[in-house]
């Protein structure tokens, strides 16, 4: 039976690495255990072990080739099996793990090793079910029964190997361990029952790297850490100002509302080292410089890259180098070191006419900082009803590193900085 | 000197508050670098298969020998194999990650010999937790060091005090770090160190000066800083105890 051989994860944020070396040549015979080729990320080289045995038959990627997690890498299989099938489900190179199947057959057609499950959409969706078996119910050992249950496989997709084609447990393990690594599992793919449904009706999205780490990373951040909010209206008539005076000089920096706020947020930051902070665990990392993480929407989620050393660049640097990394972000083209190590975070949904908003903390980071739409709104002063330009801006506090009155004196620094800004120009 | 360092581990970990784990400690001294690396496989090998129950860290010095890792570039080697051999360097191709280093005399090199599976299987998390355990061990000696975003290693004040390069099957490591105590440092102009460009090496003698400690206090000041940052109790290992352990396995 062919065991596919697929990109590692050498740790849990691990979005891709990069084969750097094969040790095994096409037609080599493999034990189980054997090292086929060696993936590196960082300093770090992880050796690739064979989890099955046979006949290498196929390197889908060259040395020096970055490759997603869960992407199969190559085949090992019996001399003369044919691995066609595995093959033509091998992506194309380069192309990131992207669209899988929904047809109904989608379970068996490959559920036992659905390693990666990119499938090139073919026109007849409805390929006949290849149950090795007939369709009919497998012969299996009662071991083998028990564990295929455990690990959520169907026991009709498998090649049985022990007597009579009778399913032994080797069989299941050989099965399961082509799921290691993250990619889409048998079990995920059996959600997809064979109901009747016309076309159009939906869509299934498989999940991305990045939906999958956002997914992961969020919901790890709304679970243990306990997070409140401090919402404040910040008045803006002294930004408004500012601005209308570099727009009457010939808006020569090109400094936008949001650049004014993130020179602010990080410049309280670096009064704040409080708030500055990552929650290490057994400790709360205070951070002496400020690189503000920037939340940038792109096609397929968010990503933020950051701002080095924000509170000590002056606003028309962040207006450039933010747009630059906007850009960028966009494009795919961040290197990892743009967006990563960020010891705060700020989003912005104003520009979408969002008035207010929570963000959700990025750990190990104890803070988040949320940007409204600013406008005009009435507001009471000293008795008359006036109208101001405000813009409500909220923060997210881990509790566990940012107590309310911490919280509070941080936003009490960043109203001084914004309804004065010549504070942040000196 | 070494016996005095040994007590006062022993002396400074609270065996009966909080039972952690022993990690073995072997101190080698100089190790040809193709023993070394037979020796660390040897280990990992028995790390694996379960023979060997517990994390290792070896502690050596190598004679004077230059290594290519898994990403090295040709240029980042200066020298021509000539050069390095009137000097007296050898020349290794290592299979672990990394550009090209240098390890000398005076340079306390650690393999740590760590399963993961029973830590963190985040190889990431690995590197930074050796930085970790350098940064804590200068600091002791009083070197103020940190890491530098995307260059594994670490740094004392822009200058690199260690590197570090690291190699897993099956999440047991092997390779591990390289601290320069009292290297010679003009080896290092032999290469482009780590094939990052214009980096400055520097070694705790350079940063100290006179008062700078012994590679042999050194060595036990890692392994403390070691343990802690892997909630090990480093417990000392004989060479010979190694090696039978290696036989029995």
Redesign the interface.
């Known amino acids: 039976m062919a065991t596919k051989v697929t990109m590692e994860a050498l740790s849990p944020t691990m979005e891709e690495g990069r084969l750097v070396k094969w040790l095994k040549a096409e037609g080599d015979a493999i034990a189980k255990g054997d090292v086929l080729a060696e993936v590196e990320t960082d300093k770090a080289v992880m050796e690739l072990v064979a989890r099955g045995a046979g006949v290498l038959r196929a390197r889908l990627a060259a040395e020096g080739d970055t490759r997603p997690v869960g992407e199969l890498l190559a085949v090992i299989a019996e001399k003369d099996e044919n691995i066609d099938a595995i093959l033509k489900k091998a992506p194309a190179p380069a192309v990131p793990a992207s669209s899988a199947p929904s047809a109904p057959s989608a379970p068996s057609a490959s559920s036992a090793s659905s390693a990666s499950s990119t499938v090139v959409p073919q026109p007849t969706a409805s390929t006949p079910p290849s149950h090795p078996n007939g369709g009919g119910r497998a012969r299996s050992s009662p071991l083998a029964r028990r564990l295929a249950s455990s690990r959520g496989l169907d026991l009709g997709t498998l090649q049985g190997t022990g007597p009579g084609g009778r399913i032994i447990r080797l069989d299941i393990d050989a099965a399961a361990s082509t799921e290691l690594s993250g990619a889409p599992t048998a079990a995920a793919a059996r959600t997809a029952a064979p109901v009747m449904r016309a076309a159009g009706d939906s869509e299934d999205i498989p999940l991305t790297q990045i939906r999958k780490t956002i997914a992961r990373r969020l919901a790890e951040s709304n679970g243990p850490i306990p997070t409140f909010f401090l919402t404040a209206d910040f008045d803006l008539t002294s930004v408004r100002e500012l601005r209308a005076q570099m727009i009457a000089m010939g808006d020569e920096f090109k400094v936008s509302y949001n650049d004014i706020l993130i020179k602010a947020i990080a410049t309280a930051l670096s009064q704040h080292p409080e708030v500055n902070a990552h929650w290490l665990g057994d400790s709360i990392r205070r951070h002496h410089r400020v690189h503000l993480g920037m939340a940038v929407a792109v096609d397929d989620g968010l990503i933020t890259p950051i701002i080095a050393d924000a509170d000590t660049k002056r606003i028309s640097e962040i207006a450039r180098e933010s747009r630059e990394l906007a850009k960028r972000a966009r494009e795919r083209k961040l290197a990892p070191e743009e967006y990563t190590g960020a010891t705060c975070t700020v989003s912005n949904l104003g520009m979408f006419g969002i008035d207010e908003f929570t963000a959700i903390i990025n750990p190990p980071e104890v803070a988040i900082f949320a940007g409204g739409a600013g406008g005009d709104v009435p507001v009471v002063l000293d008795g008359t009803l006036a109208v101001r330009t405000r813009v409500r801006i909220t923060m997210s506090c881990d509790h566990r590193a940012v107590d309310g009155a911490m919280g509070a004196r941080f936003m009490q620094t960043l109203r001084r900085l914004i309804e004065n800004p010549l504070m942040l120009v000196f | 000197m070494r016996e005095a360092g040994v007590g006062a581990t022993l002396a400074s970990a609270p065996v009966a508050e909080r039972a952690l784990a022993p990690m073995h400690v072997a101190h080698l001294g100089l190790v040809p670098y193709a023993r070394a690396l037979d020796l660390q496989r040897a280990v990992a090998r028995a790390r694996i298969s379960g023979d060997i129950a517990q994390d290792v860290l070896l502690l050596l010095e190598h004679p004077p020998v230059v290594t290519l890792?898994?990403?090295s570039k040709a240029k980042n080697l200066v020298a021509s194999p000539a050069m390095l051999a009137a000097r007296g360097v050898e020349l290794f191709e290592a299979?672990?990650?990394?550009d090209v280093t240098f390890h000398g005399r005076g340079q306390l090199v650690g393999y740590p010999i760590v399963n993961l599976r029973e830590h963190r299987?985040?190889?990431?998390?690995?590197?930074r937790q050796l930085e970790e355990a350098l940064i804590r061990a200068l600091r002791t000696i009083g070197i103020a060091s940190e890491r530098s975003?995307?260059r594994?290693?670490v740094w004392t004040d822009g200058r690199k005090i260690a590197s570090?390069?690291?190699?897993?099957?099956?999440w047991v490591t092997w390779h591990g770090f390289a601290l320069n105590v009292s290297t010679d440092l003009s080896y290092f102009d032999l290469m482009v160190p780590c094939g990052l460009a214009g980096v400055r090496m520097t070694s705790v003698a350079k940063e100290l000066g006179p008062s700078a400690p012994e590679l042999a206090s050194v060595e036990d000041i890692v392994a403390e800083s070691f343990g802690e940052v892997f909630s090990r109790a480093p417990t000392m290992l004989a060479p010979d105890s190694l090696s039978e352990m290696l036989v029995h396995a």
Do not use: F, K, N, P
Not at chain 2, 121 to 127: G, I, M, S, V
Not at chain 2, 164 to 170: F, L, W
């Open positions: 890792g898994r990403s299979e672990r990650g990394g299987q985040d190889l990431h998390w690995y590197l975003e995307g594994t290693g570090i390069g690291v190699h897993a099957r099956d």
